[in-house]
């Protein structure tokens, strides 16, 4: 199916799990780290080099989820900015 991802600044990509998980789409884009905002979705590149940040929030609009994305939203920005 192929990666599903949008850049949205210079070298900072959103994407989809076809993209967490296609080699190529890391490859071509030189990903080394990934906030992944999931409760399921694998981090096969973690033993490559990939870092990872890896909250485990369902991707709902339920109040616990989005209550959980706020809670870890500073987290997750201060990982993107270092």
Request: hydrophobic share 45%.
């Amino acid at each position: 199916m192929g990666a599903r991802a949008n850049e949205i600044v210079k070298d900072l990509w959103i994407g989809d799990m076809h993209a967490a998980v296609d080699p190529e789409f890391f490859k071509k884009y030189n990903i080394k780290a990934v906030v992944n905002v999931t409760p399921d979705v694998e981090m096969p590149f973690k033993n490559l080099g990939v870092e990872y940040l890896h909250l485990n929030i369902d991707d709902s609009l339920k109040e616990k989820d989005i209550n959980k994305m706020i809670f870890y939203l500073p987290m997750a920005v201060e990982f993107i900015k270092n």
